[in-house]
């Protein structure tokens, strides 16, 4: 297919979420930044998305665009409504009240379970994505390439191989390999698959269906978040047992899996323009930093001291962000005269323990349990570090955040942490790329240790100010990525094979 640049590439990028209405991590940000690049580059790009209750209050005005009257299986009928976001922007809700419009999480209810029918509500989403990147598609856009993310969408290229003509050409991206949407086999026909896609090169995973590894069989490419992050998921590791397909698919045709590195939103995360801090800074006014560590201290109740560092936590509660160790580290890093400033939520043995310190340190260590943005973003401003000793990390985008925020990081070397956090040392702060600090076992040994280096480096102000500067100084936004993806969108076109 010769493009010219009177025919814009079009994409199709579907997801379970999207930032501000419905997010739970950094997919939420990620979809709606890299859409918007995208489209900022000149493709023209449609975001399907579930309408859940928030984005159909969000876009009363939308307009319905086609009806999925029989998608298959037991897949229950839908409707897509599309609302024009900007030019070459817009997103097509997949309406389904009985799927979509509940009172909780996008794949939780209100007590943190999984909602109990979420193959099919996933499966609907997939199926829809997979419609309307096929040649039967009820719209009269058709996409060049369908863009699926995580589990929640990978679902859609094997109905494009067993199901639909396809249409576009299709690349996967994996967020996070640890979350697969794993069903029962008995889901296969309700979930409208053949018999033959239960087999070891079709979705069939240990006995089970595997929404994701039906996406990283079927889809013509694979991409990740980070490029370590996609040479570790080839190693047993950090595979989850897909080890074996994702190096298979990363030594084929020279390369179907490539790490791209995220990007940030530098419209809503940049301390020259943040709204939710207390004055704005650059790396030029590093002074009026200590504006936000105030209102910080204040707004959490923190006893602050020019000589105590201020470490922020801004995390989902788990054992892949090393938030175990955190905790193990708490009262150590208090008697060393540091104060935490802790945000998140998750785990419920994990939050007590959090909140069991914060009583027993009032003043020092300072703990929000909840999903707070605003906060977020004067922790990011207000700490005078920040705290990311994830056990993995396929991209992550707080260090990304603190790095912008002149806030060094302090991280686990792995994933898209080792491939934005370079470690302060002689060498790096005399060549001018040391921006935080990285240690590699996953010990609460090794992060104390890192984290005296840092508070060590903290009391050096001239060389604590390159550090903040260097991070600052790089461009942290969408431009690239967005034209790295472009440019894998480009090469799976079928002229490009
Ligand atoms: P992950 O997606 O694995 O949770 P990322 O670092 O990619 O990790 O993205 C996390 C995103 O969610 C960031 O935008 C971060 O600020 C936000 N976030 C996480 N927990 C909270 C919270 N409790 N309150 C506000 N924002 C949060
Ligand atoms: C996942 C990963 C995180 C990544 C985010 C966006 O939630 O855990 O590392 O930044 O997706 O790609």
Redesign the pocket.
């Known amino acids: 297919m010769a493009l010219s640049d009177a025919t814009p590439l079009r994409i199709l990028f579907a997801t379970p979420e999207i ?1 501000p209405w419905v ?8 979809s709606a930044a890299l859409p918007a690049a995208l489209a900022e580059a000149g493709l023209e790009v449609r975001v399907l998305v579930p309408a859940y209750p928030a984005l159909l209050a969000a876009f009363p005005q939308r307009s319905l665009v086609a009806r999925l009257d029989q998608p298959g299986g037991q897949l229950l009928p839908a409707a897509i409504s599309h609302v024009e976001l900007r030019p070459r922007l817009g997103l097509l809700l997949l309406e389904c009240p009985a799927c979509y419009e509940r009172h909780g999480g996008p794949y939780q209810d209100r007590t943190g379970l999984d909602w109990a029918d979420n193959a099919m509500r996933f499966g609907l989403l997939s199926k829809a994505a997979a419609l309307l990147a096929s040649r039967e598609t009820p719209l009269d856009w058709r996409p060049d390439v369908l863009h699926c993310n995580d589990w929640q969408t990978a679902l859609a290229p094997a109905y494009l191989r067993y199901r639909h003509a396809p249409g576009a050409a299709t690349v996967t991206t994996i ?2 390999l640890a979350f697969q949407g794993l069903f029962p086999a008995a889901s296969r026909e309700a979930l409208d698959l053949p018999p033959a896609a239960m087999a070891l090169d079709g979705v069939e995973f240990y006995g089970r269906i595997s929404f994701l590894k039906a996406g990283l069989q079927h889809s013509d490419r694979l991409t990740t ?1 980070s490029p370590t992050y996609a040479r570790e998921i080839c190693e047993p590791e950090h595979g989850f047992g897909l080890d074996g397909l994702l190096s298979y698919r990363r030594d084929r045709r020279g390369g179907d899996l490539v790490g791209i590195l ?1 990007g940030i939103d530098t419209a809503e ?1 940049s301390p020259a323009t943040d709204r939710s801090i207390a004055a704005p800074y650059s790396a030029r006014s590093l002074a009026l930093k200590q504006l936000s560590r105030a209102a910080l201290g204040e707004r959490l109740g923190l006893d602050l001291d020019a000589d105590a560092p201020v470490l922020g936590i ?3 509660i788990t054992l ?2 090393g938030v175990d160790l955190l905790i193990e580290a708490a009262p150590t890093l208090v008697a060393r005269g540091a104060r935490l400033a802790v ?3 998750g785990d419920a043995g994990m939050e007590a323990a959090w909140r069991d310190l914060a009583a027993a340190h009032r003043g020092r260590i300072a703990v ?6 605003s ?2 973003h004067l922790i ?1 401003a207000g700490a005078d570090m920040f705290l ?1 000793p ?1 056990r993995f ?7 990304m ?1 603190s790095l912008a925020y002149g806030t060094p990081p302090v991280v686990r070397a792995t994933g ?1 942490l080792a491939d934005t956090v370079v470690d302060c040392t002689p060498a790096t702060l005399a060549n001018g790329t040391a921006n935080g600090f990285s240690f590699v076992p996953a010990t609460t040994h090794a992060l104390l240790a890192t984290v005296e280096r840092a508070i060590e480096a903290w009391r050096a102000p001239e060389a604590w100010r390159s550090l903040q500067r260097n991070g600052m100084a790089r461009d942290w936004g969408w431009d690239a990525p967005a034209r790295q993806y472009a440019d894998l969108y480009r090469s799976c076109l079928p002229a490009a094979r």
């Not at 929000?368 to 943005?373: A, N, Q, S, V």
């Not at 990390?393 to 260090?399: A, K, R, S, V, Y």
Request: charged content about 20%.
């Open positions: 930032a997010k739970t991590g950094g997919l939420g940000d990620v967020h996070n978040v995220n995360w801004i995390s989902r892949q962000k945000l998140g939520s929000r349990i909840g999903f707070d943005e906060l977020a990011e990311m994830s990390e396929p991209c992550g985008l707080n260090q955040y898209g």
